[in-house]
């Protein structure tokens, strides 16, 4: 089992950057592949990027990478988000969660069986 809270979200101008963080709790988080999802107002939900359980390998949506980075930290039960450069597309509910079945990053959501509640990213122009 494993218990996802994030924070981090907010409202941000264009251009600016946000610093999300996921704490875990439970068993199971050192061993499982780490993902950001978001899902913005009458869109399907969709991956953002994933992270192996050692850091080592980590996975991006094609249209984020450069912007976005994903880290975690094992000793705190944290995974984070950095988002550079923000547009107002970028703005959504951001999702974090939990693989714990994987070795590898995934970017379907229906591998992740542990979901956080969400936090709000909202990027004005």
């Known amino acids: 089992q494993v218990k996802l809270v994030e924070s981090g979200g907010g409202l941000v101008q264009a251009g600016g950057s946000l610093r999300l963080s996921c704490a875990a709790s439970?068993?199971?988080?050192?061993?499982?592949?780490m993902g950001w999802f978001r899902q913005a107002p009458g869109k399907e939900r969709e991956f953002v990027a994933a992270i192996n359980w050692s850091g080592a390998r980590t996975y991006y949506a094609d249209s984020l990478k450069g912007r976005f980075t994903i880290s975690r930290d094992n000793a705190k039960n944290t995974v984070s988000l950095q988002m550079n450069s923000l547009k107002p597309e970028d703005t959504a509910v951001y999702y974090c969660a939990a693989d714990s079945s994987s070795t590898y990053p995934e970017r379907g959501a229906y591998k992740y069986d542990y979901w956080g509640q969400g936090t709000q990213v909202t990027v004005s122009s």
């Open positions: 439970g068993r199971t988080f050192s061993t499982s592949v």
